[in-house]
Nanobody
Framework: HVQLVESGGDLVQPGGSLRLSCAAAGITVTDKCMGWFRQAPGKEREEVATVYSGGGSPNYDYSVKGRLTISRDNAKNTVYLQMNSLKSEDTALYYC?????????????WGQGTQVTVS
């Protein structure tokens, strides 16, 4: 049974920083493609950052490149999203997700989300 639990969302001022965490159970985060997504009110969900099971460079949406960093901690089986230089447009519900079939990047397992508000 795969379970993803996000935490770390908060209210922060523009220019501030946050670190989101996604604790995983039922999978090993270094064996799977892991992604962070976000959805703002009235907007579609968008992929923010992705790290792949085979290694290599993570992929970032152009709007967050240079400000957000995705990383994994094998010992804690947790994925992080370090968010720096936050902007009001980063306000959204942030979700962690992983693929159902290893290597297919078919995000089918999702957490419940954690709210980030930049104001």
């Amino acid at each position: 049974h795969v379970q993803l639990v996000e935490s770390g969302g908060d209210l922060v001022q523009p220019g501030g920083s946050l670190r989101l965490s996604c604790a995983a159970a039922g999978i090993t985060v270094t064996d799977k493609c892991m992604g962070w997504f976000r959805q703002a009110p009235g907007k579609e969900r968008e992929e923010v950052a992705t790290v792949y099971s085979g290694g290599g460079s993570p992929n970032y949406d152009y709007s967050v490149k240079g400000r957000l960093t995705i990383s994994r901690d094998n010992a804690k089986n947790t994925v992080y999203l370090q968010m720096n230089s936050l902007k009001s447009e980063d306000t959204a519900l942030y979700y962690c997700a992983t693929e159902v079939v290893a290597g297919y990047v078919d995000f089918g397992y999702w957490g419940q989300g954690t709210q980030v508000t930049v104001s």
